[in-house]
């Protein structure tokens, strides 16, 4: 385990504490740090907002009367499910005035597949859609047990409800996501399909487009009102390829196009002058391309960039 230092995790040294005793709860924290941010991410769909909520469980595992803690992982596990359950009430009342579609904030995840967990579940952003449509409750029981493997017992000593309670909240969120998403495509065939959309896009190719779709494709763009973007997600085959049509002369003029792995999928960075500025993905089934996601708020492609 790499060891990573009580500076490194932004907190200095003082007077008052041990510097060796905050090494050693650097250490501690830095092996669980991944898996940490993993739950938040899941949990909110932002990665700022997950990697904030991580500096806070940092904060208070400092602070906190470490010696009486038995099992550390758990401990900070339990603090930033609690943080997180809090955070995704408070971001459900933003959203509602949110300007425009709102999209899961995209996460690199070329070095890290499964962003901390051992699985790569709820991390795809068609899933972390559908999971936006749960109680804060229900998404965290899923998460944790979809993606972290968590037992029931656990689950329900962190969220704070009996074992039966928590098998029913998971089994609920699981029914509503393999009832509300179509069997994927495999990751190579949804590269495949990204590529020939970007392609078809670029040059207006309405029949290309269309044949591209599935009949009920819904197309989002997230700008956050920071950016000119569709306030409206648009629906069917033949609007969304017109859609596309209607702003290809001028919207790709002097774009490059890098690909990268983002949630688990391909996606494609769209940038200008070296400047990513928007990230592109499809989510896409036998019937073809259900959905194409633009990423076009500056505040939330930071955790992206183009390769080098």
């Given at each position: 385990?790499?060891?990573?230092?009580?500076?490194?995790?932004?907190?200095?040294?003082?007077?008052?504490?041990?510097?060796?005793?905050?090494?050693?709860?650097?250490?501690?924290?830095?092996?669980?740090?991944?898996?940490?941010?993993?739950?938040?991410?899941?949990?909110?769909?932002?990665?700022?907002?997950?990697?904030?909520?991580?500096?806070?469980?940092?904060?208070?595992?400092?602070?906190?009367?470490?010696?009486?803690?038995?099992?550390?992982?758990?401990?900070?596990?339990?603090?930033?499910?609690?943080?997180?359950?809090?955070?995704?009430?408070?971001?459900?009342?933003?959203?509602?005035?949110?300007?425009?579609?709102?999209?899961?904030?995209?996460?690199?995840?070329?070095?890290?597949?499964?962003?901390?967990?051992?699985?790569?579940?709820?991390?795809?952003?068609?899933?972390?859609?559908?999971?936006?449509?749960?109680?804060?409750?229900?998404?965290?029981?899923?998460?944790?047990?979809?993606?972290?493997?968590?037992?029931?017992?656990?689950?329900?000593?962190?969220?704070?409800?009996?074992?039966?309670?928590v098998r029913q909240l998971v089994s609920r969120a699981r029914k509503h996501v393999l009832v509300e998403r179509r069997t994927p495509v495999a990751k190579a065939e949804q590269r495949?399909?990204?590529?020939?959309?970007?392609?078809?896009?670029?040059?207006?190719?309405?029949?290309?487009?269309?044949?591209?779709?599935?009949?009920?494709?819904?197309?989002?763009?997230?700008?956050?009102?920071?950016?000119?973007?569709?306030?409206?997600?648009?629906?069917?085959?033949?609007?969304?390829?017109?859609?596309?049509?209607?702003?290809?002369?001028?919207?790709?003029?002097?774009?490059?196009?890098?690909?990268?792995?983002?949630?688990?999928?391909?996606?494609?960075?769209?940038?200008?002058?070296?400047?990513?500025?928007?990230?592109?993905?499809?989510?896409?089934?036998?019937?073809?391309?259900?959905?194409?996601?633009?990423?076009?708020?500056?505040?939330?492609?930071?955790?992206?960039?183009?390769?080098?």
């Open positions: 385990m790499r060891k990573v230092s009580a500076g490194a995790m932004g907190v200095a040294d003082t007077e008052s504490g041990d510097p060796e005793d905050l090494e050693q709860a650097a250490v501690v924290f830095g092996g669980v740090r991944p898996r940490l941010f993993g739950i938040a991410y899941r949990m909110l769909g932002s990665a700022t907002e997950a990697e904030d909520l991580v500096q806070d469980v940092w904060l208070r595992w400092q602070a906190y009367d470490r010696a009486t803690v038995d099992n550390p992982a758990a401990f900070l596990a339990t603090t930033i499910t609690r943080l997180a359950l809090n955070a995704a009430r408070s971001a459900r009342a933003r959203r509602e005035t949110y300007v425009g579609p709102w999209l899961p904030e995209p996460v690199d995840t070329s070095a890290d597949p499964h962003l901390g967990a051992e699985r790569g579940e709820a991390l795809e952003l068609a899933v972390l859609l559908l999971l936006e449509r749960l109680t804060p409750t229900e998404r965290a029981a899923y998460v944790l047990r979809e993606a972290f493997d968590y037992p029931y017992r656990q689950i329900a000593d962190i969220i704070r409800l009996n074992e039966p309670a495949k399909l990204l590529t020939a959309f970007v392609a078809a896009a670029r040059v207006g190719d309405l029949t290309a487009l269309e044949e591209l779709f599935a009949l009920d494709v819904i197309s989002y763009s997230d700008g956050g009102g920071a950016v000119r973007a569709s306030r409206f997600p648009v629906v069917g085959a033949s609007r969304v390829a017109k859609f596309h049509r209607a702003f290809a002369s001028h919207f790709w003029t002097g774009v490059d196009v890098a690909y990268a792995s983002t949630n688990g999928q391909s996606a494609a960075l769209l940038s200008r002058d070296g400047e990513v500025f928007a990230v592109l993905t499809v989510n896409a089934s036998e019937q073809g391309i259900d959905q194409v996601l633009w990423m076009m708020n500056p505040a939330k492609i930071t955790a992206v960039s183009a390769p080098p």
